[in-house]
């Protein structure tokens, strides 16, 4: 037999046959690795519906490979010889297989690449890392587009996008003569509730996935979450069934109801596509072109479908730039030096605080929050108690099962928790309780009351609030974005200011919060 030219490495969020590591590949010379490793669930404790997703779309695209006819080394989890890494797994495969050359796409973890490029580096192999295609945009034209800029505002970067790439534009003007119809997506449900929402797209498991679901119930039963209701898509058919279902069920409202949060249903009007992007069984463009299309159909309204075209053209392209260009130091960032300790309850949902619970459940049930839970109530919530940032970076890593660390440690650490000190957020996104009664009705259900900061009835988020704005006032009165609400300072006296300080010191140490 030849000797084997290229070994094409294919990771578990890189699932696309058209990837450029594909590219050249000849099926007589070439072969493709695939492997399965403890490691990638252990690094940070991944919750079980992520495991599962991950390893269940792996082997259905290894499937896919198969009858594709390209040859291909998987390894998996439970075979006898997994060497528990990816790195230790490649180094035993390049000395069995002897591969000339070992190519891949550019992959979504620095530490991944990192330890792929020594792999290669003590084989003495070449190791031709690819760009990656599935981006709208590449790395260098993100660096060149935040080269001499001080803060880096999604809003710019966004309108380049749309130029450039002619999405949503006539005659060189954005569609309907606005960038942005943000103000008219922020209604809430109001007392009457969603009503008849599309029920979401489920693909209950097949026999690939209930093997999956075995072997992680038996390998990794203490990790957070439950697979009772596992429905995720895990091949490129099903992913592109849920966006089909999106875009014809959900989309005209997505925009209006963006904001809106309702106990015991995360879905609501939201895509539930990110997972599927972010393992690449979907490309963003088709998302951006049937949103796009069925505007100029009349299917769904220019808000509705600007604003999606912002979360996916936008916003997803703009914090990969961020993630690829700050790397490795981003991940170390603490500008307001937040040590406190991540409540045990993230990864049980065992609190009392009602928003909480019901986002947490939704959370480790289904591996899925939208985003305004996971901004205005995890996120918000570890941001008010000043946990430190590595610390919540681990925890939204390990329990989405979109989470890929290009697209949640910038969303975690610069947009959510401020650690980057207004690199992506001109202000830190800090709310009172009454924020979370505005958007939903969690605060009828809780024993607490969203507009008391103080006392035993206090909901925390205003406690925290307060005492947040106390913390960093120094910080914060230098912000223009701020003025307004550390002006409201003003209004409490020193004895409300340690009444504050001490209801906080309490949440802090725990004597509030937990269940029971
Ligand atoms: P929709 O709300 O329907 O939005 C449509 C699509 O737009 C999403 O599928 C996603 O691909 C894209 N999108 C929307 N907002 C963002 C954003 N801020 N950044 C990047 N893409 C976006 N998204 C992830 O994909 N993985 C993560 O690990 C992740 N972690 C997050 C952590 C925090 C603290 C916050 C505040 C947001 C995070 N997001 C993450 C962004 C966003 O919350 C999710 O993309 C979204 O909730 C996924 O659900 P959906 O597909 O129903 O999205
Ligand atoms: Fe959440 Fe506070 Fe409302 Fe309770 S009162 S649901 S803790 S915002």
Request: net charge neutral; with cysteine; aromatic share 10%.
């Amino acid at each position: 037999m030849n000797r084997l030219r290229d070994l094409v490495i294919v990771l578990g969020d890189q699932l696309d046959a058209n990837a450029s590591a594909f590219d050249g590949f000849d099926p007589a010379q070439d072969a493709v690795w695939m492997a399965e490793v403890a490691e990638e669930s252990e690094h940070v404790w991944s919750g079980k519906p992520r495991i599962v997703l991950f390893l269940s779309a792996m082997r259905h695209f290894a499937q896919a490979l198969r009858e594709a006819g390209r040859s291909l080394h998987y390894t998996r989890l439970d075979q006898p010889d997994n060497r528990g890494s990816l790195a230790a797994q490649l180094q035993a495969d390049i000395a069995r297989l002897r591969p000339a050359r070992l190519v891949m796409t550019a992959p979504g973890e620095w530490r991944v690449l990192q330890a792929l490029r020594a792999v290669a580096q003590a084989g003495g192999l070449t190791l031709d890392i690819r760009d990656d295609r599935h981006f709208y945009g590449s790395v260098r034209e993100f660096a060149a587009h935040a080269r001499g800029r001080k803060t880096l505002r999604m809003e710019y970067f966004y309108r380049e996008q749309r130029r450039r790439h002619g999405v949503l534009m006539r005659d060189g003007e954005p569609e309907g003569g606005q960038w942005n119809y943000d103000a008219e997506n922020r209604e809430s449900f109001g007392a009457t509730g969603p009503g008849a929402v599309p029920p979401r797209a489920m693909f209950p498991p097949d026999a690939i996935t209930r093997e999956v679901i075995a072997l992680v119930e038996a390998r990794f039963p203490a990790h957070p979450g439950s697979l009772t209701d596992f429905a995720w898509p895990v091949s490129r058919a099903q992913a592109l069934i849920a966006l089909e279902r999106f875009i014809t069920e959900r989309l005209p409202l997505f925009g209006r109801y963006q904001d809106a949060m309702w106990p015991g249903d995360p879905w609501l009007y939201h895509a539930q596509i990110s997972a599927a992007l972010n393992l690449k069984l979907l490309d963003p463009r088709e998302a951006v072109d049937a949103a796009v299309a069925a505007f100029h159909a009349g299917a769904a309204p220019l808000a509705s479908v600007e604003g999606f075209v912002r979360q996916i053209l936008g916003w997803r392209e703009y914090v990969r730039g961020i993630y690829w260009t700050r790397m490795p130091g981003y991940g170390e960032l603490n500008a307001l030096q937040a040590k406190a300790e991540l409540p045990a309850w993230y990864w049980t949902g065992e609190t009392d605080l009602a928003c909480l619970r019901d986002t947490l459940e939704q959370t480790l049930a289904h591996g899925y929050a939208n985003h305004i839970q996971r901004l205005m109530v995890t996120g918000l919530y570890a941001l008010l108690l000043g946990v430190e940032p590595a610390q919540i970076h681990a925890w939204f890593l390990a329990v989405h099962v979109d989470a890929v660390e290009w697209v949640e440690l910038p969303n975690t650490l610069g947009m959510s928790q401020y650690a980057d000190g207004g690199l992506m957020a001109s202000k830190p996104y800090v709310a009172t309780g009454r924020y979370i009664q505005r958007m939903s009705p969690h605060c009828q259900g809780c024993r607490y009351r969203p507009d008391q900061s103080v006392g035993e009835r206090a909901c925390p988020f205003t406690t925290l609030y307060w005492d947040f704005l106390l913390r960093h006032e120094p910080l914060m009165a230098g912000n223009p974005r701020m003025a307004l609400q550390v002006r409201n300072l003003a209004r409490l006296d020193e004895a409300q200011r340690d009444a504050v300080r001490a209801r906080a010191a309490a949440i802090r140490q725990g004597e509030v919060g937990s269940a029971g």
